[in-house]
């Protein structure tokens, strides 16, 4: 299958990459090589030799206005900013590899609901490939990048005491961090609730999903990453309340968080305050802690962006703020990208993320959300976006994901109550056939 130049086979590299690549920089003339950046650049290529049959044809769509758009959004702040062209072409193409590349690979290569099952499968299976290594590390600690590469994923020591929680360690295995770590296991989580639900997604070796899907909850617990859990939680939870009318409404309100608490910060700088919780535990009290740094983080970070709010302060002057200090860090990407490249940057980035999903939604004219692969796609692209509210964790899987929701529907969106679905005479619930024909009404 490997061997062979299809959507299978792209999906299955590029998760095997990201699972299995050691972590890196090298920096080359105009272009930091990395892990992201690398797979970035492998998938380009890839979607190219894809098979010509394997392809859908992609038509300009507003859609993809945020992915063409994000290299000049940041082009355009380096020029404004007086920092020159040849920064703004060198950071410009540096985010049309990590950003637009996979999202038109997303588009254009799995767009179909057999492509898109097949990520969700992959996903799945990457997800239960890594529960032994996070088994050993939540026991050894965070040591196999080390192990295996003779050197820590951060380039220095694996980890330190932050690395435990309610005494357990938080794996990383060949992740930069436990959160990136925690985010992925959830995501296949709830991919793997979807699968088990809906009977829609072809079993591994005919085995039910009902396992593979409790034994990845379980280890997102173990993981413990509070806001990967909860929003593991709030995906399952919408997986099992799709049977009810309310449930599109309810995926509507999921998404415009991502969008609605940037837009409410950036309208009321100033208006949050510290989190005082007297507790003498002190796992709460680090809880506490964190939190109180992101919120004074995100003040400052806002306050510049308010000098330069459409184009940003680019990424050489968006440190320098806070008390003197020019080595104050975010942890959101929400707040990063914006003060780095202003309202037309986070636009850009929320746009590829978000509206793909939105169109899904507002497509379908029935009052309820059908078990097909878009359903899934769009929790996924929703629990990434809500962890860019806190976190700063990308990955070219998530931008994959939302450029296939972009991607032309030859399904469409159909009823939860559609009868039993059968593609190129294999029946769904067992296996998917190799032809590519609308599914039956």
Not at 70 to 78: E, H, I, Q, T
Not at 223 to 239: E, K, N, R, Y
Not at 358 to 383: E, P, Q, S, W
Request: glycine share 10%.
């Amino acid at each position: 299958m490997f061997a062979r130049r299809t959507p299978e086979a792209l999906c299955g590299w590029v998760i095997g990459g990201w699972l299995f690549m050691p972590q890196f920089t090298f920096d080359l003339p105009g272009l930091t090589l990395n892990k992201w950046t690398v797979i970035a650049l492998a998938i380009g290529f890839a979607s190219l030799v894809v098979k010509k049959e394997n392809r859908t044809p992609s038509k300009f769509t507003l859609l993809d206005l945020p992915a063409l758009l994000l290299p000049v959004s940041v082009f355009a702040s380096s020029i404004s900013n007086g920092v020159g062209p040849y920064d703004g072409f060198v950071t410009g193409l540096s985010y049309a590899i990590r950003y637009s590349i996979p999202w038109y690979c997303g588009k254009t290569v799995f767009s179909t609901e057999k492509d898109k099952t097949t990520i969700i499968r992959y996903l799945i299976a990457g997800g239960l490939i890594y529960v032994p290594f996070c088994l050993y590390e939540m026991k050894m600690a965070p040591v196999l990048h080390s192990m295996v590469y003779g050197y820590g994923p951060r380039g220095g020591e694996n980890f330190s005491g932050s690395s435990v929680r309610f005494g357990l360690w938080r794996p990383t295995v060949f992740m930069i961090f436990g959160l990136q770590l925690s985010l992925f296991m959830g995501i296949t989580s709830v991919m793997a609730a979807f699968a088990f639900k809906s009977r829609r997604v072809p079993a591994w070796l005919k085995v039910s999903y009902r396992p593979a899907a409790l034994i990845l909850f379980a280890t997102t617990f173990l993981c413990v990453s509070t806001g990967a859990a909860l929003l593991t939680v709030a995906g399952w939870i919408v997986i099992y309340i799709s049977e009810f009318k309310a449930q599109r409404l309810v995926l509507l309100g999921l998404l415009a968080v991502p969008f609605v608490y940037p837009v409410y910060r950036m309208v009321s700088v100033g208006s949050f305050r510290e989190v005082a919780v007297d507790s003498e535990n002190e796992e709460l009290a680090r809880r506490e802690a964190s939190l109180n740094t992101r919120i004074k983080n995100e003040e400052n970070f806002l306050r510049l962006w308010q000098e330069r709010p459409l184009l940003g302060s680019t990424a050489w002057f968006y440190r320098d703020v806070g008390e003197g200090k020019d080595d104050l860090i975010s942890d959101s990407q929400w707040i990063i990208i914006l003060s780095k490249y202003g309202l037309m940057g986070w636009g850009c980035t929320t746009g590829m993320l978000l509206l793909p999903a939105l169109k899904r939604l507002i497509r379908n004219r029935d009052k309820t959300v059908c078990f097909n692969a878009d359903y899934a796609l769009i929790l996924g692209v929703f629990i990434y976006s809500a962890d860019c509210l806190v976190n700063d964790m990308g990955s070219p899987i998530y931008l994959i994901m939302a450029g296939a929701l972009a991607g032309s529907n030859v399904y469409g969106i159909i009823s939860s109550a559609c009868p039993e679905v059968y593609v190129g005479g294999s029946n769904m619930t067992s296996g998917i056939g190799s032809h590519r024909r609308p599914w039956p009404s």
